[in-house]
């Protein structure tokens, strides 16, 4: 899957039907999160915004998320994944916010996990974070993979919201 406008499409049409908003945080899908969002005409009514949240300099400086918050833990977890997503909700007071952490590859990331390797989380009315691994090593691959199963989970969760 390739195409930007139908990875959201399905949790797009819900956002908008609730007049729900979301924020998108993402390391690995480097932006791709957001743009499927934004390709959907529409989007100004429910995308507020989104950062690339790639190192934890990122993380301090633009979610503010203190060093005592990271103690004991590491990116590329659903920990760090919800952190962001809750961090970020509460910056701009979003509705829903969808969030990602991974290793696209070709290679494995600093903290020991293979390339392949993602945490998402969505927090919201509902909050879940899930870890999924590809087993690939194809970096632009992982991106879309990582996509798909992150507007799978929010979709999940929009419709339990329900």
Not at 16 to 34: F, H, P
Not at 59 to 70: I, K, T
Not at 77 to 87: P, V
Request: hydrophobic letters at 40%.
């Amino acid at each position: 899957m390739t195409d930007l406008s139908t990875l959201a499409e399905s949790a797009a049409d819900i956002l908008k039907q609730r007049g729900d908003t979301i924020a998108v945080s993402e390391s690995s899908c480097a932006g791709l999160l957001s743009a499927a969002l934004v390709a959907i005409p529409g989007a100004s009514a429910y995308y507020v915004g989104g950062a690339i949240i790639y190192t934890r300099v990122a993380q301090a400086g633009l979610l503010r998320v203190p060093d005592e918050a990271m103690e004991g833990h590491r990116a590329s977890t659903e920990y760090y994944a919800t952190l962001n997503a809750r961090t970020m909700r509460d910056i701009l007071g979003t509705t829903w916010v969808l969030s990602e952490t991974g290793a696209s590859g070709p290679t494995g990331n600093r903290y020991g996990d293979d390339a392949g390797h993602a945490c998402i989380a969505v927090s919201g009315p509902i909050e879940r974070a899930i870890t999924i691994e590809t087993g690939e090593n194809n970096r632009e691959g992982n991106m879309w993979a990582f996509a798909k199963a992150a507007f799978d989970l929010l979709e999940q969760c929009l419709r339990q919201a329900d």
